[in-house]
């Protein structure tokens, strides 16, 4: 995963969020996320988000006409970050409106977020972070708010937690390493999936 976030002036800057997903055993690549968008910066702790998001799922069926299918993403956020210290924490509140291609036709559905993520310097920084190794926990709730019936016919959609271990190498640049566990609300059975997650953050 590769995230960036341009400050462009005082008010506005400029999201990107690219993601490799491997297939189960790395069995080549599974899915391509591709998610820019437009921030408005509220104030030091605040910011809201506009974008798009393509992303693409490769599917291993030979000599099937369509090995890929394609869903389009309108997406608004907010973010709010705080500081317990020594924990830098971050909400994120994300509403997405989803345009699917599925085996079965195009569905249209809405999905809700809300991602927390503690962030706790291993040196512990006496006023900013600014370099040093980390540890991150974060958790992520998906919930089906139009539509779910075309989907798992459920409200609660997935949960994904994670855990991680980084190194800040300046204020501007961040790589961890960590556990990602990703559960599935299934229509009729559920799914645990087990993820390793390689992150590179950029801020500028």
Do not use: C
Not at 29 to 34: A, D, K, S, T, V
Request: hydrophobic share 40%.
């Amino acid at each position: 995963m590769f995230l960036n976030s341009t400050k462009i002036n005082d008010k506005w800057g400029m999201h990107l969020d690219v993601q490799l997903r491997t297939a189960d055993d790395w069995d080549g690549i599974r899915n391509f996320l591709f998610r820019p968008g437009v921030t408005h910066y509220i104030n030091k702790n605040s910011n809201a988000t506009v974008g798009y998001l393509l992303t693409n799922t490769y599917l291993k069926n030979d000599g099937a006409a369509n090995n890929t299918l394609t869903e389009h993403r309108i997406w608004e956020q907010y973010i709010y970050t705080h500081r317990i210290k020594p924990v830098y924490a971050q909400h994120r509140f994300r509403l997405e409106q989803r345009f699917m291609e599925t085996a079965g036709g195009d569905v249209f559905s809405q999905r809700f977020r809300y991602f927390f993520r503690a962030t706790l310097p291993v040196l512990g920084p006496k006023e900013a972070f600014v370099q040093g190794p980390f540890v991150a926990l974060q958790n992520e709730l998906f919930f089906n708010v139009q539509n779910k019936a075309k989907l798992n016919g459920k409200l609660f959609d997935q949960n994904r937690a994670y855990a991680a271990a980084g190194y800040r190498f300046t204020k501007s640049f961040d790589v961890e390493a960590g556990y990602l566990n990703q559960f599935i609300n299934g229509r009729s059975t559920n799914t645990i999936n087990n993820a390793i997650q390689l992150a590179f953050y950029t801020r500028f």
